[in-house]
């Protein structure tokens, strides 16, 4: 095949694949959330536009469509404009990297694992400059919040990603896919599953890290000013876009990626995005928001110097044993995850009574009404 | 004409335009919007050297991280007019031939020479860099972490409240 | 693998000093910080003798990154010598300006790291790194006295000249590799030596890594930072960065034009005088009308800057070692003296609510004896009277200069010379000579100032000018001796 069709056939697969993945996040996820966190709550959820609810995404898609593009007076309207778009890149550029099947990747790089990092900077950049364009305080702070939290979360976010890529030896998620057909790496790092999963949902302003869009603060965070389908664009394709990207990331890295019984192939990749956006609202549905200390605390005090821990004793392991690395890397994973799931209970428990007692002297813990 | 020619121009446009309108911007903000446009660029032309791994670092460090905390500081630091200044404003008639001749001679004389560095291997992976930035070039890498540890430090000598003494 | 670690032992006790500087200095009450200067002197000094153990040494490592031979080992240890002076000086004067960390003395440490990496530096790389980690570090130790106007800015023009002076370094170093294929200086001095290169792009390199270096050096016509810089920043700071970046660049300055374009001085020489008789005239002139001290001395090092250029020309016109010599021996006695004019003004700031003007130095003499002493001393070696360092250095450059074969540059330098004797002696006239306004006296409060470890320093700078004056033979045997043993030569 010549250069230039082979450049014109992966461009329109990038294209296409690129924006459908994002679309169909949307399309998808809102009814799912609203469906499935109706059902844990004992609710219904809608369902009231065709059979069960299915075309309510339709509905809403084609009410913001319809909506007046409103931007406020004072905003700069050049950049209110232009965040939505530069935040969407990420979404449709980041797919591209990840491996569907066997030979199926659309741009096959050997460092995919770092520009899938990379790619993610347009988001966070997208969202500082809503938050700025708005004219609105509480835009401002709720961009300037999301994006301090996502670039803390970053840090132990690709010290992991790190990990895996040293058990593999490589940066190309073609041969992190390959290295899984033994064992899933989720068995082998399940720590460093866990804290992928915990900045994960930090870095897509996820619960209970969904502090920017807290709307008991912030009314709506960087999100208060945009109506119509530019909120459409940020809260649908950019939002769930990269929920999608997170999840196809996590599956490639710790379930396998398209591996799977009988033969490997991208529906295996898609059903393990779907358990893992399925954990993104069960945590929706299941846990209370996080304050803002406590979130930044919990990123450089815990999960850093964890990931920290974890990557050097992975390192030392598989340079003591350049052979064998897998199981003892497997048993010291595995037993700290086990330590850390005891100690959280009665660490949680003994801060907890610290701080009751801080806010309220005299309770003791148990004692009080609430 | 080969094919990568018109790709260059089109990337070095990718890389100039933005940085003029970074210094003649008058709105801080869009000043640095124009230099996230320009360190994309400069990926743009890692990419077109096949140098994929640096044009990833030069987006995740440049457009991820740097440009964000600039962009933090701006709008932590300016009232949010986007105060309007321009440096040296009197002094950029006398910069502008200046300039303009040191770009004529420069483009004259850069335009037509030879170099040998031509020779680097042209495709250069991630494992080649690592042995040469590890063995070869250790010890610039290793001197790298103390002057990150200086920039940490004056960061906290120049913005940290006085401790209580 | 052990040669490696040979050639940087000195460095990394600098560097563990430093760590361990700034990891206990948050822990200590502010009475406890009273020491902490000799922490950093105490490294100076192992690290200076490990640096004398192997002085016989001579190999390159790091993948020829770095050379241990005769010519590091002489800088590296005026380097020390510098840092060490530079730390004496110091405490009193951060103590009463409420400044007194332990991150003070790290920086000068580091800073000196950076400079013995530049004087050690064989590969463009390498070198690149320690100039940015002196040049961090030094930004920061003007700006130290954050709550004092004057020295944010002072820093904040560093910064930015510096950050230019770098980038425009770069550039011409990035020729040097485009042209070369190499970032290896003597694979460099090779390539270069053959003669089969493009002339017009070295030229260009050769411009640009003038104009970087001209910054770095405060050289003429880029020497506008220097007064504002050593004016706002802390005098004691001051004085170590008006000594210790002009050594490190000056070692650079003569490994980057003498060997790696020692081939093609015919084009960078003219260039160079032309330099040079700019920045003696900008320099001794413009201290002429200066009524600020520490700006006078700001423009006597402009004009110092500018003799060693003519020697550097020597050097690159004679292929002897001559006039490389004499710089690095120039260069070791304006250490000693420029560091002790400097180290007088801080007594003196100490002293009493100094502003470094001129007009309060009158009758200094009845006042603080023990400091106008000092000071005539350093300006009469300043100024090039014998019997001091200054007079020797200055007649070995300006010999070296003639032997080259630029008789008129040599004279151009003493008429320069002369010029120039007139603003150093009339501190002293000022000193002995001039009855203080009443005002001024006022606000003299005698004994306020004592600290034995600036008296030290003083002591010692002062020691050195009169003992090198007297007795040049062991450092002017040293400077040869280095000179002759730099690698890739």
């Not at chain 2, 994929?52 to 600039?70: C, P, T, W």
Request: hydrophobic residues 60%.
């Amino acid at each position: 095949m010549s250069w230039g069709l082979s450049f014109v056939i992966h461009l329109i697969a990038a294209l296409v694949i690129g924006l459908a993945v994002p679309a169909l996040s949307a399309l998808v996820f809102p009814f799912a959330v609203r469906r499935l966190s109706g059902f844990m709550s004992d609710r219904l959820g809608p369902n009231r536009v065709g059979p069960a609810g299915f075309f309510q995404p339709i509905a809403d898609f084609l009410k913001l469509l319809l909506k007046e593009d409103v931007a406020p007076l004072k905003a700069d309207r050049r950049l209110f404009r232009l965040a939505p778009a530069i935040a969407f890149i990420t979404p449709v550029l980041a797919v591209s990297v990840i491996p569907f099947s066997k030979g199926f990747t659309i741009a096959n790089l050997n460092v995919g694992l770092v520009f899938i990092v990379a790619f993610s900077s347009f988001t966070v950049l997208g969202i500082l400059l809503a938050g700025w364009a708005s004219h609105n305080k509480y835009s401002l702070l709720g961009g300037l919040r999301s994006v301090a939290q996502m670039v803390s979360y970053e840090i132990p976010m690709i010290l992991n990603i790190i990990i895996i890529a040293m058990l593999v030896g490589s940066l190309s998620l073609n041969d992190v896919v390959g290295a899984q057909g033994k064992i899933w790496f989720i068995a082998v790092q399940p720590l460093a599953f866990l804290v992928f999963i915990v900045a994960g949902m930090a870095e897509l302003n996820r619960t209970p890290f969904d502090l920017p869009e807290a709307e008991s603060e912030l009314v709506a965070g960087y999100l208060t000013e945009y109506s119509g389908m530019r909120f459409g664009f940020f809260y649908g394709l950019v939002e769930w876009g990269n929920a999608s990207i997170w999840a196809l990331t996590g599956a490639t890295l710790f379930l396998g990626g398209w591996r799977g019984p009988f033969a490997g192939n991208p529906g295996w990749l898609i059903l393990k995005v779907l358990v893992l956006a399925f954990a993104v609202i069960w945590f929706f549905a299941t846990f209370p928001r996080l304050q803002v200390d406590q979130l930044m605390n919990f990123a450089w005090k815990v999960l850093i110097p964890l990931s920290l821990v974890n990557l050097g004793v992975t390192g030392l392991l598989i340079i003591l044993l350049p052979n064998s690395f897998l199981p003892p890397v497997a048993a010291f994973s595995w037993a700290s995850v086990i330590t850390i799931i005891l100690l959280m209970g009665p660490v949680l428990r003994k801060a907890l009574l610290r701080k009751r007692l801080k806010l309220n002297p005299g309770t003791e813990l148990g004692t009080s009404q609430s | 004409m080969h094919f990568s020619t018109p790709i260059f121009y089109l990337v070095s446009a990718l890389v100039i335009i933005p940085a003029v309108l970074m210094v003649a911007m008058r709105n801080l903000i869009y000043s640095a919007i124009a230099m996230i446009a320009c360190f994309i660029g400069v990926a743009a032309v890692f990419v077109t050297l096949n140098a994929e791994l640096l044009a990833a670092s030069q987006l995740l460090i440049y457009v991820g991280a740097i440009s964000i905390l600039i962009l933090f500081a701006i709008m932590l630091t300016r009232r949010r007019s986007g105060a309007i200044c321009l440096f040296f404003h009197r002094q950029s008639w006398a910069a502008l031939p200046a300039g303009a001749a040191l770009a004529v001679v420069l483009g004259i004389v850069l335009g037509s020479a030879r170099f040998s560095a031509g020779s680097a291997p042209k495709n250069p992976s991630t494992a080649n860099l690592a042995s040469l930035l590890f063995n070869q070039y250790a010890f610039p890498f290793e001197l790298a972490s103390l002057v990150l540890l200086v920039a940490i430090v004056g960061a906290v000598l120049l913005a940290m409240r006085e401790r209580r003494s | 693998m052990q040669h490696d670690v040979v050639a940087i032992v000195p460095e990394l006790m600098l560097v563990a000093a430093a760590l361990v500087l700034l990891l206990i200095d948050p822990f200590l009450p502010a009475k406890g910080r009273r020491g902490l200067s000799w922490l950093g002197i105490m490294a100076c000094l192992p690290a200076a003798a490990s640096v004398w153990l192997a002085r016989s040494q001579q190999f390159s490592t790091f993948s020829h990154g770095i050379a241990l031979d005769g010519f590091a080992v002489f800088f590296k240890i005026l380097l020390l010598a510098v840092a060490a002076l530079a730390m004496l000086l110091s405490e009193k004067h951060l103590a009463r300006n409420g400044r007194l960390l332990g991150d003070y003395y790290a920086l000068v440490l580091l800073a000196t790291v950076g400079m013995m990496v530049m004087a050690s530096a064989i590969d463009l790389a390498t070198f690149f790194v320690g100039l940015e980690l002196m040049a961090l570090s030094s930004y920061l130790l003007a700006g130290f006295f954050r709550h004092q106007l004057r020295s944010i800015e002072a820093s904040l023009k560093y910064f930015l000249t510096g950050s230019f002076a770098s980038a425009i370094l770069l550039f011409g170093m990035a020729l040097l590799y485009g042209l070369t294929g190499s970032t290896n200086y003597q694979q460099i001095s090779i390539a270069i030596g053959s003669g089969s290169l493009d002339g017009h792009v070295i030229v260009i390199a050769v411009v640009l890594l003038l104009g970087g270096f001209a910054f770095k050096v405060a050289a003429a016509p880029f020497h506008g930072w220097a007064p504002d810089v050593y004016q706002g920043a802390p005098t004691p700071a001051a004085a170590f960065l008006s000594v210790g970046p002009k050594i490190a660049a000056f070692a650079a300055i003569i490994k980057f034009f003498t060997i790696m374009l020692g081939s093609e001085q015919a084009r960078w020489v003219p260039l160079m005088i032309v330099v040079a008789i700019a920045t003696m005239l900008i320099g001794a002139t413009m201290a002429l009308l200066q009524h600020d001290l520490k700006r006078m001395l700001a423009f006597s090092s402009i004009a110092h800057v500018g003799y060693l250029l003519l020697a550097l020309i020597a050097a690159g016109q004679s292929h002897s070692n001559f006039g490389s010599s004499a710089i690095l021996f120039y260069l070791a006695a304006y250490a000693a003296m420029n560091m002790g004019a400097f180290g007088v003004l801080v007594f003196l700031a100490n002293s009493a609510r100094f502003n470094d003007s001129l007009d309060e130095m009158a009758g200094l003499a009845r006042r603080f004896p023990g400091a106008a002493g000092v000071m005539a001393v350093l300006m009469f070696s300043l100024a090039g009277i014998p019997p001091t360092a200054g007079f020797l250095a200055k007649f070995y450059l300006f010999a070296s200069v003639v032997d080259a074969g630029y008789a008129w540059l040599a004279v151009i330098g003493v008429l320069f010379s002369v010029v120039s004797a007139f603003y150093y002696l009339r501190v002293i006239v000022y000193m002995y000579m001039r009855e203080p306004e009443p005002e001024v006296a006022a606000v003299m409060e005698p004994g306020g100032g004592r600290s034995w470890d600036l008296s030290l320093g003083l002591g010692l700078a002062t020691a050195v000018v009169i003992v090198l004056g007297v007795l040049p033979a062991p450092v002017l045997n040293a400077a040869q001796d280095a000179v002759a043993k730099i690698l890739g030569s």
